[in-house]
Structure formats: structure tokens, C-alpha cells
């Protein structure tokens, strides 16, 4: 379990981090965008299918006489060695953009929480009377009615309503 981030990043920072990625995604231009339906389309390549690519290309080596005129034997290679290659990078951008998107999730998370911790004082400030704090609970209240969700009530909360 992780603890609670506090950490900051400058806009410099962030800018040369996107601008790194794009320099990444500049030098792989021949990649593509698949959709959905494409993907589903496709033989899948896992560790099974890569050894008997592997194997394929192997004996069509050994045994020439046995490619068809219209098989691109060197093609072939090419898509093999980028596979490989690929393979590679995935096992370190897979890693980091997972990190990225949990750490994303986990301060998302403690922002969230926070907003809701002053959402219930705001209306514990509506119950006592402060005057003008009504529209900020209408306010965020918002939030909460478009989903049609509502925030559970803490143990106090809980206690109030029941009396």
C-alpha cells in the first residue's frame, strides 16, 4: 500500500517530460493506432505464437525450397526482429505508464477526499446557521446530483441524522 504522495511537479518539468515522450514517439514512426475491431482481427503473438514464428523462419532457412514464391522471407525477418524489438521497450513502457496511472489515480484519490471533507463541513456550516455558506453546498452539492451518487456519511454524520 502506498502513503500518502505529496509531491510537485513544475510546469517545466511536465512540458519537458510530454515533450521527451514525443521525441520517443518521433523516432517509432512507423507505428499504428489499431482500433478495437482491427485488434480482434489480428492473430494474437504471445510467448507460444513468438516461438513458432521463431521456429518457422528457422527451418524456412534450412529449407528454402519449401517458402512459396509470394512469402517475403526477408519481410518476414524484419517484422521478427521489430517484434523483438518492441518487445523490449513495451517491458519498460508498460511499467512506467502503469506507475503513471496509479500514481494519477492515487492523488486523484487524496484530492477527491479532501474536496469531500470540506463538502462536509460546508454543510455542517449549513446546519449551524453560518450565514452564505448555503450556495457553496449548493454548489458542490452538484457534483454529487448529476450522478445521482451522494457521498457516504461518516460515522458522525450518521450519528447526527439519527439523533
Not at 15 to 43: C, G, T, W
Not at 57 to 68: D, E, G, S
Request: charged share 30%; proline share 6%; glycine share 4%.
Amino acid at each position: 500500500m502506498y502513503k500518502n504522495i505529496s509531491a510537485q511537479m513544475s510546469d517545466e518539468a511536465k512540458k519537458q517530460v510530454i515533450q521527451k515522450l514525443k521525441e520517443v514517439e518521433s523516432m517509432l514512426p512507423f507505428i499504428v493506432d489499431l482500433s478495437p475491431d482491427e485488434i480482434r482481427s489480428l492473430p494474437k503473438l504471445g510467448r507460444k505464437s513468438l516461438k513458432f514464428v521463431e521456429s518457422a523462419l528457422n527451418y524456412a532457412r534450412q529449407h528454402p525450397n519449401f517458402i512459396p514464391p509470394y512469402l517475403d522471407m526477408n519481410e518476414q525477418e524484419r517484422d521478427l526482429q521489430l517484434t523483438r524489438q518492441l518487445v523490449e521497450i513495451l517491458e519498460v513502457l508498460n511499467p512506467l505508464s502503469e506507475k503513471v496511472n496509479d500514481t494519477c489515480y492515487a492523488v486523484g484519490a487524496e484530492a477527491y477526499a479532501a474536496a469531500r471533507v470540506f463538502y462536509t463541513s460546508i454543510k455542517g456550516a449549513v446546519k449551524t446557521g453560518v450565514p452564505g455558506v448555503d450556495v457553496i453546498a449548493r454548489d458542490l452539492g452538484r457534483n454529487f446530483e448529476k450522478s445521482g451518487y451522494t457521498p457516504r456519511k461518516n460515522e458522525e454524520e450518521k450519528k447526527e441524522e439519527l439523533g
